[in-house]
């Protein structure tokens, strides 16, 4: 199923699952469009909040499931603003405990083309168990955000279910396009995502030595880095023309806490060189 965006997958999951008591669980900090779906749709949110190391805080999340039973359960894989790619083993046991109780789970693989692992080869491996599993992916990360296409995949009787509240025509001939266009060119995309990995390791080097500064492992195209004063780092780097996210008012667990996106050689000297300044 194609969305325009993901964004709008997320959202139409919500409209879905919108039935009397229905509510949706992932863990936080998180992506802002699970709660903000959940709302506009007038559905309940329960964040679950990772461990002080952002990996799953699995007896919480079980407790979650069995308390709420939510309609969906997300799991972004890796997860957005930290980073981090979640214990396979514990995602099983998540999943076990969602398909039990009768709710969905999103693998959301927004992050997909940085990352070292993928959930669709965990679900191919498996497919009995992945039957309330539904994987995500976007055009977005990968390296076109402007050009709006999202998808999902998983059971063919499960899709056909979501996709009776898809507006009939949201991906325009233009998307499509630009997307055929894409996956014929998809080695110059890979190319580019291999740099970025490349370049994601040289700069958590760089900011490890950084006086104060610590980088979190990040299987995306950003980093997420605890500063001595998120504020003044980038307050400092604003003035030095660099924009970066300040994520430290999030979640308690960011304090401190800024995220950087991986650019180019040039691009991440100059934020480096920016940063340090700002310290
Ligand atoms: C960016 C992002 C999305 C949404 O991307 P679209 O541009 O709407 O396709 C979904 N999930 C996560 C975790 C993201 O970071």
Same mark, same amino acid.
């Not at 940085?114 to 491996?125: C, D, H, Q, T, V």
């Given at each position: 199923?194609?969305?325009?965006?993901?964004?709008?997958? $997320?959202?139409? /999951? +919500?409209?879905?699952?919108?039935?009397? #008591?229905?509510?949706?669980? &992932?863990?936080v900090p998180g992506f802002v469009m699970y709660?903000?779906?959940?709302?506009?749709?007038?559905?309940?949110?329960?964040?679950v909040p990772l461990t002080a190391d952002f990996a799953l805080?699995?007896?919480?999340?079980?407790?979650?499931?069995?308390?709420?039973?939510?309609? $969906?359960?997300? /799991? +972004?894989?890796?997860?957005?603003?930290? #980073?981090?790619?979640?214990? &396979?083993?514990?995602?099983?046991?998540?999943?076990?405990?969602?398909?039990?109780?009768?709710g969905l789970v999103v693998m959301d693989e927004a992050y997909q083309p940085?990352?070292?692992?993928?959930?669709?080869?965990?679900?191919?491996?498996a497919p009995e168990k992945h039957r309330h599993v539904l994987v995500m992916r976007t055009l977005s990360k990968f390296g076109l955000a402007g050009v709006r296409i999202g998808y999902m995949l998983g059971d063919a009787g499960l899709i056909a279910e979501i996709d009776k509240v898809?507006?009939?025509?949201?991906?325009?001939?233009?998307n499509a396009e630009c997307a055929l266009f894409a996956i014929e060119h998809a080695d110059v995309f890979a190319a580019q995502a291999a740099d970025i990995r490349a370049e994601r390791a040289r700069l958590i080097d760089a900011l490890a030595r950084l006086p104060g500064v610590m980088p979190f492992p990040s299987e995306g195209n950003m980093l997420l880095v605890r500063v001595p004063d998120a504020v003044k780092a980038f307050d400092g780097m604003k003035?030095?023309?660099?924009?970066?996210?300040?994520?430290?008012?999030?979640?308690?667990?960011?304090?401190?806490?800024?995220?950087?996106?991986?650019?180019?050689?040039?691009?991440?000297?100059?934020?480096?060189?920016?940063l340090e300044a700002s310290l």
């Open positions: 199923m194609l969305g325009n965006g993901s964004d709008e997958l $997320i959202s139409l /999951l +919500a409209m879905a699952c919108d039935i009397p #008591g229905a509510s949706i669980v &992932a863990p709660p903000m779906s959940a709302q506009l749709q007038g559905l309940a949110f329960h964040g805080d699995e007896a919480a999340m079980l407790a979650a499931i069995a308390q709420h039973k939510p309609a $969906i359960l997300y /799991l +972004a894989y890796p997860n957005n603003p930290t #980073g981090t790619l979640w214990d &396979a083993g514990v995602i099983e046991r998540l999943i076990a405990a969602q398909g039990a109780q009768g940085f990352a070292a692992r993928s959930w669709i080869e965990n679900a191919r491996a898809r507006p009939p025509y949201n991906i325009s001939v233009l003035a030095r023309r660099v924009l970066i996210k300040n994520v430290s008012k999030m979640h308690p667990l960011l304090a401190n806490c800024v995220r950087l996106t991986v650019g180019t050689a040039d691009e991440n000297a100059q934020m480096l060189a920016a």
